[in-house]
């Protein structure tokens, strides 16, 4: 079983920048950033799926958030800048092995505990 764990996150005015870092137990091909706000289902953001292929699923993070990921390390980064209130949530990283990314988190096998990502106006 792959293990996968988040950090960063935290608190931000609206505008404001924050990162999560994720890092796995093991290398894994498709690793996938997922939100969560309240009272909603997960929604993917962003994947990389460690070939050089990088997805942005949701249009409301493009050209705001950015996902990198450095294989050596098993590390996947999610970098979010000109946060909106609607960007709060918890932050998943999940992981499957393949090199295909799909946006339904159905097809994950590997997920980290979550980190929390609160954006105020």
């Known amino acids: 079983q792959v293990q996968l764990v988040e950090s960063g996150g935290g608190s931000a005015q609206a505008g404001g920048s924050l990162r999560l870092r994720c890092v796995a137990s093991?290398?894994?091909?498709?690793m996938t950033w997922f939100r969560q706000a309240p009272g909603k289902g997960r929604e993917a953001v962003a994947s990389?799926?460690?070939?050089?292929?990088?997805?942005y699923f949701s249009d409301s993070v493009k050209g705001r958030f950015t996902i990198a990921r450095d294989n050596a390390e098993k590390t996947l980064w999610l970098s979010m800048e000109s946060l909106r209130p609607e960007d709060t949530g918890t932050y998943y990283c999940a992981g499957k092995s393949g090199g295909h990314c799909p946006r339904n988190s159905d097809a994950y096998n590997h997920w980290g505990r979550g980190a929390q990502v609160t954006v105020s106006s």
């Open positions: 093991e290398y894994i091909n498709c």
């Open positions: 990389n799926n460690g070939g050089g292929t990088v997805t």
